[in-house]
C-alpha cells in the first residue's frame, strides 16, 4: 500500500499545464452543448468573417470570430474537442487491443509465428501509412466508423512492437517458468502473469499515441477523406480556413492552436508517466521529466 | 557478417513481397475495376469481354501473381485521368520529392543537432528551457497547420517567400521547413539526450581530469560517441519525411510523389496510388537496408543474430 503522502509527492512532479490542458479537453467534450455560447452548425450570413473580438470590427458575442457561414469559430472548436476525443479514444482502444494481442503472441510464442508477425511489422513499418490510410478510406468511403477502422489497422505496430519486447523479458522470469510447472494454462500465464507487466508501458505508449490519433484524424479531414461537413472537426475547419488564409487568418489559426495544445498535453503527460511508470524507458527530456516547468533548485 | 548480410537482404526482398500484396489488395477493396474503366452504359457482355481482356475472370492469386510479374517490371497499367503509364509519372515527380526530403533533413540535421548539443552542455539553463520548450512545441504541430501558419506569416504577411510551386531556391524555403520541423524537434530532443549520457561516462571524465579543453571534450569525444544512436533515429526520421511529404506536397503544390497519390485517390486513378505506394515503400526499404549495411562496416560491436 502506498502512502498518502507518497502519492502527492509524486503528483508534485506532474506536468501541471499538460493535466490542466487534457482536463480541458475533457470537459470541453462532455459539456460541450453547456460551454459553447452559440450551436457550432447555426449559419448567420450577416455575421460571416468577424474577425476576433480584439480586432477592429470584432466583438465579445465572437470571441474568436465567425467563418465563412457565419458560425462561431470557438463554438466550433468546443465542439470539435469532442469528435477529436471520441475518436481518438476509440481508435486508440482497438490499436492498442490488436496490437498487445499480437504483441503477447509474437513475444510468448516465438519461433515461427514471431518472425512471421516480425515480417508484417517490417511491411507496415515501410509502407507510408497516410497514404495506405487515404487509399483505404478512398475505397470504403469516409464514414466515422470506417476512420476508426483505418486508423486501428495502421496504428497498431507501435502496441505490438513494444509489448513484444516487454514480454521477451517478462517471460525470462522464474514466476513465469513455476507457473508452467504448475501446470496453469496459457492463456492464464499470459493474463494473470505476463500481461500485469506490461500494462505499465502500454498506459504511457496509449497516452502518447492519444495525440497522435488526434493529428491523424485532423490530417484526414484536412484533405477531405475524413470525418465529413458539417460536423465540426478541427481538421475541417482548417480546410475550410485555408482558402481564406489571405484575408481571414482567424480561421485557420484557432483550431491549429487547439490540435497543438491537445497533442502537447498528452506529450507532457505521456513523458511524466514514462518516469513514473516505466524507469526503464528513461524520456529523451532527461534530466527532469518536466524540466520545462520546474522552478530552478 | 555475410550470413547476417544475405538474411538482411532476405528480409527485405519479403518485406516487397509483402507491400506488393498489400497495394493489390487495396485496389480489390475499390469493388469490380471494371466499372471504374469502362464506359458506364456498357452493356453485360462487353463488360465480360472487357473483363476476360484485363484477365480479372481469372482466380484471385493468378491475378495477383500477374500483378507481380508486370509490378517488378515496373508496369502498374495506365493512369486512367493521364493515359500514361502510370510508373513514368511517379518516376517524373519522384525527382520533386527527393528534392523536397532531403532539404528537409538537411535542415533538421543542422539545425537539431546543434541545438541538441547546446542544450546538453548545460542542462536546465534558460537555452536548455527554451530549445527543449520549442522542440516540444515542434513535435506538437500537425505538419499542415505548420506549413499554413508559414505560409500565412511569409507569403501571405510579409510576401517574401512565394507560398506554392516549384522553382527557385525561394520556393523550397517554406515546405522543406515544414516538412522538417517534427524531425527538427525530435532530433534535437534526441541528441540531447544521447549526449547527456556520454557527458556522464567515465571517459569523458578522464579525458576533462587530462585538461583537454571543453571544446574538444564535447565535439571531439562526445559527440562522436553519442551520434551512432542519433544516426539511426535519423534514419528512421526518413520514413517519416515520405509520408509528411504526402501533406506537405497538398499544401504547397509541390509537384512530387504525394501530391500526384493524393490527386490519384481523389479522382480513384487506383494505378498511380499503386505505383506511388510501391516507389515509396520499397525506397524506405533500400535505405534501411543500406543504412544497416553501412553498421555492419562502421560498428563491429553489433552482434549479428
Redesign the interface.
Known amino acids: 500500500m502506498q502512502k498518502s503522502h507518497q502519492i502527492f509527492k509524486k503528483l508534485k512532479g506532474a506536468p501541471l499545464w499538460g493535466l490542466a490542458i487534457l482536463f480541458l479537453l475533457i470537459i470541453s467534450a462532455m459539456f460541450a452543448e453547456l460551454i459553447a455560447p452559440h450551436n457550432p452548425i447555426d449559419q448567420d450570413i450577416t455575421q460571416a468573417l468577424r474577425p476576433p473580438f480584439w480586432i477592429e470590427g470584432g466583438s465579445l458575442k465572437h470571441i474568436l470570430g465567425t467563418d465563412e457561414l457565419g458560425r462561431d469559430i470557438l463554438s466550433r472548436i468546443i465542439f470539435g474537442a469532442r469528435i477529436s476525443l471520441v475518436l481518438g479514444f476509440i481508435a486508440v482502444a482497438l490499436s492498442g487491443f490488436i496490437g498487445t494481442g499480437i504483441g503477447l503472441t509474437s513475444g510468448y510464442f516465438g519461433g515461427r509465428v514471431d518472425s512471421v508477425i516480425m515480417?508484417?511489422v517490417?511491411?507496415q513499418?515501410?509502407?507510408?501509412?497516410?497514404?495506405?490510410a487515404?487509399?483505404?478510406i478512398?475505397?470504403?468511403g469516409p464514414s466515422l466508423r470506417n476512420i476508426i477502422i483505418v486508423i486501428g489497422i495502421t496504428s497498431w505496430v507501435d502496441y505490438g512492437r513494444i509489448v513484444r519486447g516487454e514480454v521477451l523479458s517478462v517471460k525470462e522470469n522464474d514466476f513465469v517458468k513455476l507457473a508452467k510447472i504448475a501446470g496453469c494454462s496459457t492463456v492464464r500465464i499470459l493474463s494473470k502473469h505476463i500481461f500485469p507487466n506490461v500494462v505499465n508501458s502500454l498506459i504511457v505508449l496509449a497516452t502518447l499515441m492519444l495525440?497522435r490519433v488526434i493529428?491523424f484524424e485532423?490530417?484526414l479531414s484536412?484533405?477531405?477523406?475524413g470525418v465529413q461537413p458539417p460536423t465540426p472537426s478541427w481538421g475541417i475547419m482548417?480546410a475550410d480556413?485555408?482558402q481564406y488564409?489571405?484575408y481571414a487568418?482567424w480561421l485557420?489559426?484557432f483550431?491549429?492552436v487547439a490540435?497543438?495544445?491537445v497533442?502537447?498535453g498528452t506529450?507532457?503527460v505521456g513523458d511524466w508517466l514514462r518516469d513514473l511508470l516505466d524507469p526503464r524507458q528513461?524520456?529523451?527530456?532527461?534530466?527532469?521529466g518536466n524540466?520545462?516547468w520546474k522552478k530552478?533548485s | 557478417m555475410q550470413r547476417y548480410l544475405l538474411k538482411r537482404l532476405f528480409?527485405s526482398v519479403?518485406?516487397i513481397l509483402?507491400?506488393t500484396l498489400?497495394v493489390f489488395i487495396?485496389t480489390h477493396?475499390?469493388?469490380d475495376p471494371v466499372n471504374l474503366l469502362i464506359h458506364p452504359e456498357a452493356s453485360q457482355a462487353e463488360r465480360e469481354l472487357f473483363r476476360k481482356e484485363l484477365g480479372l475472370d481469372q482466380p484471385l492469386y493468378i491475378q495477383y501473381f500477374e500483378f507481380l510479374k508486370n509490378a517488378v517490371q515496373g508496369d502498374f497499367g495506365q493512369s486512367f485521368r493521364h493515359q500514361t503509364p502510370a510508373f513514368s509519372l511517379i518516376m517524373g515527380a519522384l525527382p520533386a520529392t527527393l528534392e523536397l526530403t532531403i532539404a528537409a533533413m538537411l535542415i533538421s540535421i543542422f539545425t537539431g543537432v546543434p541545438v541538441g548539443i547546446i542544450s546538453s552542455i548545460k542542462?536546465?539553463s534558460y537555452y536548455?528551457?527554451f530549445g527543449?520548450?520549442f522542440a516540444?512545441?515542434g513535435?506538437?504541430?500537425?505538419?499542415?497547420?505548420a506549413g499554413?501558419?508559414l505560409?500565412?506569416l511569409f507569403a501571405?504577411k510579409l510576401g517574401m517567400l512565394p507560398s506554392h510551386g516549384r522553382g527557385g531556391i525561394e520556393h523550397i524555403i517554406l515546405p522543406a521547413c515544414t516538412l522538417g520541423l517534427f524531425s527538427t524537434a525530435a532530433i534535437a530532443?534526441?541528441t540531447?539526450?544521447s549526449m547527456?549520457?556520454v557527458l556522464d561516462s567515465e571517459y569523458i571524465k578522464t579525458a576533462r581530469i587530462k585538461g583537454l579543453s571543453e571544446y574538444k571534450v564535447v565535439l571531439k569525444h562526445a559527440l562522436k560517441n553519442a551520434s551512432i544512436p542519433v544516426i539511426t533515429m535519423t534514419s528512421l526520421q526518413f520514413?517519416r519525411m515520405?509520408?509528411?511529404a504526402?501533406?506537405t506536397e497538398?499544401?504547397f503544390s509541390w509537384p512530387g510523389v504525394?501530391r500526384i497519390?493524393?490527386l490519384g485517390?481523389?479522382s480513384?486513378d487506383y494505378p498511380v496510388?499503386q505505383a506511388?505506394?510501391f516507389v515509396?515503400?520499397v525506397l524506405?526499404?533500400a535505405i534501411?537496408l543500406i543504412v544497416d549495411i553501412l553498421y555492419a562496416y562502421l560498428d563491429p560491436r553489433i552482434k549479428y543474430k
Request: proline share 4%; net charge positive; aromatic share 8%.
Open positions: 515480417r508484417v517490417d511491411i513499418l515501410s509502407m507510408p501509412y497516410i497514404l495506405i487515404l487509399a483505404l478512398g475505397a470504403l495525440g493529428i485532423s490530417a484536412f484533405l477531405g477523406l482548417l480556413g485555408r488564409l489571405t487568418w485557420a489559426t483550431p491549429g490540435i497543438m495544445l497533442v502537447l506529450n507532457l528513461r524520456t529523451a527530456l532527461k534530466g527532469g524540466l520545462l530552478k | 528480409h519479403i518485406t509483402g507491400i498489400i487495396i477493396l475499390t469493388g542542462p536546465r536548455d528551457r527543449m520548450a516540444l512545441l513535435q506538437s504541430m500537425p505538419v499542415f497547420w499554413l501558419m505560409i500565412l501571405v530532443r534526441f540531447r539526450s547527456l549520457d520514413g515520405l509520408s509528411g504526402v501533406i497538398t499544401i504525394g497519390a493524393v485517390i481523389y480513384r496510388v506511388a505506394v515509396a515503400s524506405f526499404v534501411n
